[in-house]
């Protein structure tokens, strides 16, 4: 140990659970585990100053999927199996939001829209996802609204159709997490940011972690250990399923001028956009450069960025002149399939990842259920 005094190595190194990484999954873990075992001591460590994937580097868009990106996966999947994973992000949400409450996280119910290119069979495609989701759905959730390419001032040569989804949202992801923190500390989660776990090891009796900060080097241990990295957890767990895809999102100037003023999809999902006060706010395009776009390192692809401003300016707003105020990118997991992976890998040692970039809506759920494996329910 580094720079550690007698009061810390005897208080802050014992744990009944630990759980590794401070996003949506690993706060939502502690969560569940520190209100079920009141009396339990329970840490969580993160290795950034704030959540290092992609939970507080996401656009913010509390959706399950537009109708492209419900398409495609219908040619990957059964139709039960595609339900199944729908509902688990539509059930995620509602989590969310009553977990949280609607202002903890700044909730918008918005609607989205999906930007076609072409009108080709649009309405027939529209009443069949909707006829898909009528097991999961009182009402139909996609509508054609293509009255409102003029409203939002898109350029009508080349937006020739929009579907609105009237059960869309946006949140701040920002806020999300200091709400989740809140409620972790409530609860007596001890909370470490700016810690790294080097190495683990699981004996018979325990499991041993080796922590570092800047200047500081701890060994500590715990009964159970859940890990909740995303992407990151392939440094451990080599052989499973997890691939890391990087996300950039770039963010205009003050627009005064702006009438985008929701959620927006385009491209089976690759590529969304939505207003944040009178800022442009777009992501995606990983799928024009995925094998760089494979990677753990954060960066901006410079083929990409170009892409989004081309876009911007060829038909989001293509009469405003803006300037690219910031831009950022996080890391989410991916895998060959479109679920995540929930599994123990030993007998105290759970993984929760692998959220393929919809960690908004299933993040709460996942968390859930890795602590619930922890808790052997």
């Not at 898109?154 to 949140?171: D, Q, R």
């Amino acid at each position: 140990m580094k720079n550690i005094s007698f009061w810390e190595r005897n208080w802050l190194t014992d744990y009944d659970y630990v759980v590794i990484g401070g996003g949506i999954v690993g706060s939502f873990t502690a969560l569940k585990i520190a209100s079920e075992n009141k009396n339990a001591k329970v840490a969580l460590i993160e290795r950034g100053i704030l959540p290092l994937g992609a939970s507080t580097k996401n656009a913010g868009f509390a959706c399950f999927g537009s109708i492209s990106e419900i398409e495609e996966n219908r040619k990957e999947m059964s139709d039960d199996n595609l339900l199944s994973l729908l509902e688990l992000r539509i059930r995620g949400l509602e989590k969310l939001q009553n977990d949280l409450g609607d202002k903890n996280i700044s909730y918008s119910n918005c609607s989205g829209y999906e930007l076609f290119f072409d009108n080709n069979r649009l309405e027939q495609r529209i009443c069949e996802i909707n006829e898909l989701l009528n097991p999961l759905m009182d009402e139909n959730c996609f509508s054609m609204s293509n009255k409102d390419i003029k409203r939002f001032d898109f350029a009508k040569e080349i937006v020739v159709g929009l579907a609105k989804n009237k059960y869309e949202g946006s949140i701040n992801p920002g806020k999300m997490i200091f709400s989740l923190k809140k409620k972790l500390g409530s609860l007596g989660v001890d909370c470490y940011f700016s810690t790294e776990v080097e190495s683990f090891e699981e004996t018979s009796k325990r499991i041993f972690l080796k922590l570092k900060s800047r200047n500081q080097s701890i060994n500590i241990t715990t009964n159970k250990l859940a890990i909740c990295t995303n992407a990151f957890a392939k440094k451990w767990f080599d052989v499973e399923d997890i691939s890391p895809g990087r996300g950039i999102i770039l963010m205009t100037n003050d627009l005064p001028e702006l009438k985008v003023n929701s959620c927006f999809h385009y491209n089976e999902g690759y590529y969304y956009f939505r207003n944040v006060g009178r800022k442009l706010l777009i992501g995606g395009g990983r799928e024009i450069d995925k094998n760089k776009e494979t990677t753990f390192s954060f960066g901006i692809n410079k083929t990409i960025r170009q892409k989004l401003i081309n876009d911007i300016q060829t038909f989001i707003i293509p009469n405003m002149d803006f300037n690219i105020e910031c831009e950022w990118s996080g890391i989410m997991g991916f895998g060959k399939i479109k679920l995540p992976l929930i599994k123990k890998v030993s007998e105290n040692i759970s993984l929760g990842v692998r959220l393929g970039g919809m960690g908004i809506s299933i993040g709460s759920i996942i968390g859930e259920k890795t602590a619930n494996l922890i808790l052997n329910k």
